[in-house]
């Protein structure tokens, strides 16, 4: 009889630890098996041999015949226990999802035939210049690079180029991206150069197709670049040479549910023990991880100019100022200039694109007359309203204070509580445009409806799109001549650390749709603030000034990337045992406050979801292993996040 450390290989088994199981044929670390836990089957990977123990043990039920997982993938999924603490089954289910059960999943046809190298259109100067100076890094042992290119400079060509590298040396290529949206339009790219060597994954394959997408992965003999979100890292590919992060800032790399890690952690790991070249990509990179790579002298590669043209970008770029009174119409959010310009693009027969982020209807304080808001004591950060209460909350360190029924800085009474969404801004669009064609995208979309699945259509068929997030990136529509931030300083509402972050991401992300080189358009922002730091940087293109700025803010109220963040989540059936149970488990942990700071508790920006009232912790420390040892113990019954993307 044998001993083994294995892990149950399902998101509810919440033990901190392997299980000891026995079984009477000898296993291979890796192996992935079957095991009944509680009454359940499910999988399991095997980790290492041990002794027998002094315990009774649970034999396993049976094992999948040629399944044993590569050893880059056991040493990546050993990282990540240790890193992401407090979720064991769930990080084993990432590597042998329960589709596994069952038939076998398809195999390879068998062939080692060499890679077809495709004829590539040719690379821009800039284009090149940044292909010899990736490759040189490369070369030297530099494995990481970021790619800073403006929107429309052509990053995908280069990723191009650097995969049809990768594959002639007979390595795969995995290519992230951060949605099912932004997934289509980079796959049209690499099919039409790399063919049948390509493999799409997103979450709308059936289970069949992901069993014959993992069995591919794991059996192919030939090169194979497979392009998907953050579940593609963990596809069991055994020769990885490039891994692409694209739209590497964006919020969606970060699984916000057990187990909570972030793809771009585990795709740097993962080009570690693999020896593979990684990319992250964006025309906005995130302040920290910008940081950082300033830290650890990591490469940054920048593209200034536009693969159609050649040129740097130059929109023509609008502020309306919301609080001018000759801007104001009877529809909100909807400003004379923006009627103007949108209606002088139907006359030529060019598309206009509306902005609004979904969450313009959170419940945020604003001066109609001077566009100041009520902000945190204690953090400066916005304050929520919360109109059951009728009070003022930072959903951050927890301070309250009433609203104010006159603006503490001019003193007018003319306060504003929310904005409207994406709806009410179709309605207002068909009164004043009762002849265009106006499309809607944003999360109420069925699938058919979504815009990836209607892009054809919305090429020649649609006047006004208007949406959320959704529209803000990755597509590239040739008749776009106007498009408009409605809210320019939406994300200034919430109370965060990453908000003023987050609304220059989006103004530049904006800025690309209508400025990739096909006609002359206009890009408008309109903003009650048009003072505010990051607003301004975005709409002037100016990422260095908004960088410096961050970080000086960041560092001088303690927000990362100085300080590792914990959030600790109570979801219970009232407000006041919520609170509770978070105060009970800080007295348990004994923290010491020479090691760690406290936040809280304070209700959640959502304070209430099914049923349950949602209270959180922000446990902060120079140290992250500091927060990685606090963690483990820290009861199941707890949401744990440590480096979570926001405090709300």
Not at 152 to 178: C, F, M, N, Q, W
Not at 428 to 448: G, H, M, Q, T, V
């Amino acid at each position: 009889m044998f001993f083994y450390e294995v892990i149950p290989a399902d998101n509810k088994f919440h033990g901190k630890e392997p299980l000891t199981y026995s079984y009477e044929h000898g296993l291979q670390s890796g192996q992935t098996v079957i095991l009944s836990l509680r009454g359940k089957r499910c999988l399991g990977i095997v980790i290492r041999t041990v002794n027998k123990p002094e315990f009774k043990t649970v034999s396993i039920d049976e094992t999948i015949e040629d399944m044993t997982l590569p050893s880059v993938q056991i040493k990546l999924l050993e990282w990540m226990i240790d890193f992401y603490p407090g979720s064991v089954g769930g990080i084993a289910q990432l590597f042998a999802p329960g589709f596994l059960i069952g038939p076998a999943p398809g195999s390879d046809d068998g062939s080692s035939a060499g890679f077809l190298s495709p004829k590539l259109p040719p690379l821009t100067k800039e284009q090149e210049k940044a292909y010899r100076d990736i490759s040189k890094n490369f070369n030297e042992g530099k494995r990481t690079n970021i790619l800073f290119g403006v929107t429309g400079s052509g990053k995908t060509r280069l990723y191009l180029e650097l995969a049809r590298d990768s594959l002639e040396k007979k390595k795969s290529v995995i290519i992230l991206t951060p949605e099912i949206s932004l997934t289509a339009p980079i796959a049209k790219h690499f099919e039409s150069a790399f063919g049948n060597s390509v493999e799409i994954n997103h979450s709308s394959l059936t289970t069949k197709q992901r069993r014959e997408l993992w069995g591919k992965s794991f059996r192919s003999k030939k090169p194979m670049v497979i392009i998907g979100p953050r579940s593609t890292l963990f596809l069991p590919l055994k020769n990885i040479g490039l891994i692409v992060s694209d739209e590497f800032h964006e919020p969606a790399y970060k699984q916000e549910s057990r187990p909570f890690y972030h793809a771009n952690r585990v795709a740097s790991m993962l080009t570690r023990l693999s020896s593979a070249n990684l990319i992250f990509g964006s025309a906005t990179p995130p302040v920290t991880d910008y940081y950082m790579a300033e830290q650890k002298y990591i490469p940054v590669i920048r593209l200034e100019h536009l693969a159609l043209t050649g040129e740097k970008p130059s929109a023509n770029r609008l502020t309306v100022n919301l609080l001018d009174n000759s801007e104001k119409t009877s529809y909100p959010l909807i400003s004379r200039t923006l009627i103007t310009k949108v209606s002088d693009a139907l006359k030529k027969g060019d598309q206009a694109m509306l902005f609004i982020n979904k969450r313009g209807s959170a419940r945020s304080v604003s001066c109609q007359d001077c566009g100041s808001r009520e902000t945190c004591i204690n953090c400066d950060l916005p304050l929520v309203y919360h109109g059951d209460q009728h009070i003022l909350r930072c959903h951050t360190c927890g301070f309250s204070k009433a609203p104010p029924s006159r603006c503490p800085s001019c003193g007018s009474a003319n306060i504003y509580f929310n904005s409207p969404g994406t709806k009410a801004i179709v309605e207002s669009l068909s009164k004043i445009f009762p002849d265009a064609r106006i499309a809607r995208f944003d999360k109420d979309n069925k699938k058919a409806e979504r815009l990836e699945n209607v892009y054809d259509d919305v090429l020649k068929d649609v006047d006004i799109i208007v949406g959320t997030q959704i529209i803000a990136k990755g597509h590239d529509l040739p008749r776009l001549s106007v498009v408009a931030m409605l809210l320019g300083d939406s994300e200034l509402d919430f109370p965060d650390f990453s908000s003023s972050e987050r609304a220059y991401q989006l103004i530049r992300q904006l800025e690309g749709r209508v400025n990739r080189g096909h006609k002359n358009g206009v890009f408008i922002v309109q903003t009650f603030n048009p003072d505010s730091p990051s607003v301004e940087a975005g709409i002037q293109d100016k990422w260095k000034d908004f960088y410096n700025q961050e970080i000086l803010q960041r560092k001088k109220h303690g927000f990362p990337p100085f300080y590792s963040v914990m959030k600790i989540e109570s979801a219970r059936s009232s407000a006041k045992s919520a609170e509770q149970s978070l105060n009970k488990l800080l007295d348990k942990l004994s923290l010491d406050s020479q090691k760690v700071e406290i936040l809280g508790p304070s209700p959640n920006f959502v304070e209430k979801k099914a049923s349950k009232w949602h209270w959180q912790v922000l446990i902060k420390s120079k140290s992250r292993s500091t927060l990685a040892a606090l963690a483990h113990s820290i009861p199941s019954s707890f949401r744990v996040d440590i480096d979570p993307n926001n405090f709300l």
